[in-house]
């Protein structure tokens, strides 16, 4: 399996995809992601195949990097990118709850996907070039903020990472809560 190390490197390539856009405590990858390669059938099988077990399969692994980190300030709650209702009853699933509740069980902090919901509904970003991924996803992310999730540290879970431009969406939603602090784990990042 293609291991990335990122949990290793404070200036890992995940990290630099948000240089300059938003401030993030913590951003690394498990796996690299290629065309046709063997975490593309993994991602395949977990997003479209209903194969959810995978999703646990990677958070298990991870989570054993990730309990290695020495943060400043630890994750307080782990955040999946979430799905819009209608592409979640299309689905049947959010491909990334498995993973997002893994870390939470093996990191021993809660899980919340009712923080963070994602208000217009979009046509998957893995049939559109680099350029159309970042088209007018600014402000489909909104948050539930209320007094309990103010200074806390958002461990937000995704897939792929490949622009950062979800990820950034999802951040800047989750930023509006005060004092908050934000932290990315995805089980792939794509190969630039």
């Known amino acids: 399996m293609p291991l990335t190390q990122y949990h290793l490197d404070a200036k890992n390539e995940a990290v630099k995809k948000f240089y300059g856009k938003i401030e993030i405590e913590h951003a690394s990858a498990l796996l690299y992601f290629n065309k046709k390669g063997i975490v593309q059938e993994l991602i395949h099988n977990l997003k479209y195949k209903g194969h959810e077990e995978i999703g646990s399969v990677l958070g298990n692994w991870y989570v054993e990097d990730l309990r290695e980190l020495n943060l400043e300030i630890p994750f307080d709650i782990v955040i999946p990118v979430p799905l819009h209702p209608k592409k979640l009853k299309e689905r049947g699933y959010n491909q990334v709850t498995t993973f997002g509740i893994t870390l939470s069980e093996g990191l ?75 932290s990315i784990v995805c089980m792939a990042i794509a190969n630039s």
């Open 108 to 182: 021993d902090i809660p899980y919340n996907d009712s923080i963070l919901y994602r208000k217009t509904y979009s046509k998957t970003q893995s049939k559109k070039n680099l350029a159309g991924r970042s088209d007018n996803i600014e402000n489909i992310f909104d948050v539930i903020s209320t007094e309990e999730n103010q200074n806390k540290h958002f461990l937000i879970v995704d897939d792929v990472l490949t622009t950062g431009a979800t990820l950034e969406a999802c951040s800047r939603a989750l930023l509006k809560i005060p004092g908050v602090k934000i």
